[in-house]
């Protein structure tokens, strides 16, 4: 089974864990519960009429852990290339076939670890998320100069993990359930 590690708690890693985590793949995240969305009101997020960022990100760690995600308080200090995967250090290290970083516009492992930067000094990505080196994604602010916005980088955190997904599956693969999947 495929080893996914998010580095990062805020909404790219936690949809990112999310949609990993709920098919059926291993998930670590690490987070220093940093993120900004402790100081933001959410008025403006596609089905939530309004919520506070604390609450927002307490309802969506519960859901990535129901999901068998596992969740870690710890700040990783390095991700390097080991063989056909990576290493990912925190208080200890970890293995990953996939590293999802969503640093917010900290992109300090992005750069430690080679990935390739935009002109305007962001993480060069594709459309799937996926930076010059092949199974690392960033997210929202690490690619992105401006658009700081919690539903943007959640649909970073998504695309990688579709991405993913569609890799680990041999075939594109769309996240899509019928109210019958929820009985």
Not at 156 to 178: P, Q, Y
Request: glycine share 10%; charged share 25%; aromatic share 8%.
């Amino acid at each position: 089974m495929a080893q996914v590690v998010v580095v990062g708690g805020g909404p790219a890693g936690l949809s990112a864990a999310l949609f990993t985590a709920k098919n059926g793949l291993e998930v670590d995240v690490f987070d220093t519960d940093e993120t900004w969305l402790h100081h933001a009101y959410l008025f403006n997020y596609l089905g939530i009429e309004e919520k506070d960022g604390d609450e927002f990100l307490e309802t969506a760690r519960e859901q990535v852990s129901g999901f068998g995600a596992t969740l870690h308080e710890a700040e990783v200090t390095a991700v390097e290339q080991s063989g056909d995967g990576f290493v990912v250090t925190a208080a200890d290290d970890h293995e990953a076939d996939y590293v999802v970083l969503a640093t917010g516009s900290t992109r300090d492992l992005a750069e430690e670890l080679g990935c390739a930067f935009t002109d305007e000094d962001v993480v060069d990505v594709d459309v799937t998320m996926e930076t010059s080196i092949e199974d690392v994604y960033a997210t929202g602010a690490m690619v992105r100069t401006e658009e700081w916005q919690a539903i943007i980088s959640a649909g970073d955190g998504a695309a990688a993990a579709l991405n993913i997904l569609s890799k680990e599956k041999g075939e594109h693969f769309h996240d899509f359930n019928t109210p019958e999947d929820a009985a």
